[in-house]
């Protein structure tokens, strides 16, 4: 990862992803997950301040970058819920993006 990638990018997202237009719609659609949810690409954790947590049973975040994962601490710090969030590699992330597509 270059430093655009490492350090630029994942802030770029971070504070697309915390406009008032785009978390008017995660307030929309997120309260309405339940069970156990599986977020990929979970960036800096926007959806998880909006889990109706009297629904959702447990929620995993995976995301590939080391920054975004870093970003997202605080958010999932701040839930009543246990929550875990993985940083996995960028090439394992594909696989596993390319397996889960493959299975459903």
């Known amino acids: 990862m270059g430093i655009y990638d490492r350090y630029v990018l994942p802030r770029l997202v971070t504070c697309c992803c915390g406009t008032k237009p785009v978390l008017k719609q995660r307030a929309k659609v997120v309260p309405k997950v339940h069970g156990r949810v599986l977020e990929i690409g979970m960036g800096a954790g926007h959806n998880l301040p909006y889990y109706d ?3 959702v ?3 995993v975040g995976l995301d590939p970058c080391e ?3 870093k970003l997202a601490q ?3 710090r701040s839930v009543p819920l ?3 969030l993985w940083q996995v590699r960028q090439k394992r992330y594909r696989s596993m993006m390319r ?3 493959r299975s459903c």
Do not use: E, G, I
């Open 53 to 55: 947590f009297n629904q």
């Open 67 to 69: 920054t975004s994962w």
């Open 57 to 59: 049973d447990h929620v």
């Open 74 to 76: 605080p958010r999932v």
């Open 99 to 101: 397996a889960l597509t």
């Open 82 to 84: 246990m929550s875990n």
